[in-house]
């Protein structure tokens, strides 16, 4: 069952989105059945959905009972203001999220930064919504919240809900190589190596 936003989420999103400034539009989403499987980090077990982020990749993988079902462009984090990495979830869900920024208020609808949708992370301040300025979508232009484009957005938020997985990765590892396509990033292969997990002498 879906939650929708109660006064006390909305007045949360108004403190942790005025950090998320929208800078980008919806790209279309791409089906992948049959896809590789990725396997879900152990907190994630209990879901049916959870979500991987690979920030070099700059795109967004749903993830439903252990296979790749969508994978979505997304704007990540700027080189000053990056994306955090690491293991969340989603804590909250609101439709249609008033925007505020310093004395600020812009009211849901067209013109509002962070668009139609919030999903905020665990991660204080950091979230994955929508966006009213065109144009960045799948460049690193954000001050660190994942943005996505309106009708991949809309179509993501009706998928998971309170307490689902959010992984994001901030280096091509395997498993997001997996997902993504792309080689492991030279960084990973050699810090294995080096912690005597890799093929290095």
């Not at 980008?24 to 791409?30: D, F, R």
């Not at 999220?97 to 812009?106: E, L, R, S």
């Not at 144009?135 to 484009?149: D, E, V």
Request: charged content about 20%; overall charge positive; glycine content about 12%.
């Amino acid at each position: 069952m879906k939650r929708t936003a109660t006064a006390g989420w909305v007045l949360a999103v108004a403190m942790t989105a005025a950090r998320c400034v929208a800078l980008q539009t919806a790209p279309s989403s791409t089906a992948l059945a049959g896809s590789p499987l990725a396997k879900a980090p152990k907190f994630a077990e209990a879901t049916v959905h959870w979500v991987l982020v690979s920030i070099p990749d700059r795109k967004l993988a749903l993830m439903e009972n252990g296979k790749v079902v969508r994978i979505y462009r997304v704007a990540v984090g700027r080189a000053s203001t990056p994306s955090p990495a690491g293991s969340f979830k989603i804590v909250n869900r609101v439709k249609d999220p008033a925007y505020y920024h310093k004395g600020q208020v812009i009211a849901a609808g067209k013109g509002n930064p962070v668009g139609s949708r919030w999903m905020g992370l665990s991660a204080k301040g950091y979230g994955i919504h929508g966006t009213n300025a065109p144009g960045s979508i799948g460049k690193a232009a954000s001050t660190g919240c994942i943005r996505m484009g309106q009708q991949d957005l809309e179509e993501l938020f009706a998928r998971v809900d309170v307490g689902d997985a959010v992984e994001i990765r901030e280096e091509r590892d395997e498993q997001v190589a997996a997902v993504f396509g792309g080689e492991v990033d030279a960084m990973v292969i050699a810090s294995a190596d080096l912690s005597g997990d890799g093929t290095g002498q």
